[in-house]
């Protein structure tokens, strides 16, 4: 499909197609609609409704009995980097204290790669994703941790995504080790000068070790001065004050969450701020779960992504996020489902994508099953047998 012209398509024979719209099928919050149709007009959605009541249109495929559902939006990765920590993981699931590697063996080979080396490495992470379901990717950079290396991440990522997020503050930079201070004013001066113009996030992994609240909120207030929206790491590894300062800030997303007082709840469940678990994180680290339905149960939005990094969930896969969601962190299929789609798309304050409803992107995963339940059911198995995105079948 290329000029003016665009043709449509209709799929059939959907079993139940999830539309994440509350005004259509059985008016859940996943607004189930069962023997659906779905028209794709270029790159968007027409029409939804029932098999037997759709229009006609160019083209007709037959979806044979399976589920269809938005495609997964995957609003947390860090996939511009080199280098590979299989000896780490491996000595952490030995039982082995691990002293060397961490953020810094990665920073170290990303900073040797080469442009190429890197964009090759992030396509092959995308594409992998996409295979699995992934319609809409976030990534940041963080493993630079230079004004060049940290641009140059995010051009890279920029030239395959639309949603790129500077994270200048991932660690303090090896080279400032004994001067956090003057690291955190090249991250908000220089660096994101040189960075901003690349990027529509600004993200601070706000934790011990990383960047306290004050150091978080001089970078995130910067970025914002700057035209960047807010992201934070926060509340991974202890109790801190991450998830307080996203609110304070209206960040559109505090990711991780797992370590949480009753207050950052309240908090959450008060403003705007989307709790983004990543559950690929606990499972490669051998951590405590997120408890997703303490934060569902006060009204809060949930995410689920899959935090795809070599060093601690090193996972492209939103399907197997969605089974640890539902196997052991309290979600239900519907709410995995719906948290890997629409709250993925919240999470990045879009309103295109996450849901099939006329006007929004053409994005959509074909299941071979007759469910999305399957997702969790069948943990660990290739569901996806299509992907279309924008409108254009890719899988």
């Not at 964009?119 to 940041?140: H, I, P």
């Not at 950052?264 to 469940?269: I, P, S």
């Not at 995995?336 to 709250?343: D, Y």
Request: proline share 4%; net charge negative.
């Amino acid at each position: 499909m290329s000029g003016t012209s665009t043709s449509t398509t209709v799929i059939t024979n959907i079993a139940t197609l999830v539309t994440n719209d509350p005004s259509l099928g059985d008016r859940s919050p996943l607004g189930l609609i069962q023997d659906a149709a779905v028209v794709i007009d270029g790159d968007r959605i027409a029409w939804t409704g029932e098999t037997s009541k759709a229009p006609a249109t160019d083209n007709r495929v037959d979806a044979g009995g399976r589920a269809v559902l938005p495609g997964f939006v995957d609003s947390h990765s860090h996939l511009v980097f080199a280098g590979d920590r299989t000896q780490e993981f491996n000595a952490r699931m030995s039982g082995r204290a691990y002293s060397a590697g961490g953020i810094r063996t990665t920073v170290a080979a990303t900073r040797a790669a080469s442009d190429g080396e890197l964009e090759a490495n992030l396509t092959r992470y995308l594409d992998e994703a996409l295979r699995q379901g992934t319609t809409t990717f976030e990534t940041k950079s963080g493993y630079g941790l230079t004004v060049a290396d940290e641009s140059r991440a995010l051009r890279i990522a920029a030239a395959h995504t639309d949603e790129v997020t500077y994270l200048g503050a991932h660690i303090v930079s090896p080279d400032y080790a004994d001067d956090p201070a003057a690291y955190v004013s090249l991250v908000t001066g220089e660096m994101l000068n040189a960075c901003a113009p690349h990027a529509r996030w600004i993200d601070v992994f706000c934790e011990k070790g990383a960047f306290d609240g004050d150091q978080a909120r001089a970078i995130l207030t910067a970025g914002r001065a700057k035209g960047l929206h807010p992201r934070i790491h926060a509340n991974q590894l202890s109790y801190g004050p991450g998830v307080q300062l996203a609110v304070e800030l209206d960040a559109a997303s505090a990711d991780h969450c797992t370590h949480l007082t009753d207050a950052d709840v309240d908090a959450l469940a008060s403003g705007a701020t989307v709790a983004t678990l990543l559950p690929g994180a606990e499972f490669s680290t051998r951590a405590q779960w997120p408890d997703a339905r303490r934060l569902l149960d006060a009204g809060v939005t949930v995410a689920l992504s899959t935090d795809c990094n070599p060093g601690s969930s090193f996972t492209s896969s939103v399907p197997f996020c969605i089974a640890l969601a539902v196997r052991d962190m309290g979600m239900t299929p519907d709410e995995a489902v719906w948290a890997a789609t629409a709250g993925g798309a919240a999470a990045l304050r879009r309103d295109d994508v996450g849901r099939v409803a006329v006007g929004s992107r053409a994005d959509l995963v074909l299941l071979d099953a007759p469910s999305h339940v399957h997702l969790a059911y069948r943990p660990g198995v290739p569901l996806v047998r299509g992907v279309w995105r924008r409108g254009v079948r890719v899988v």
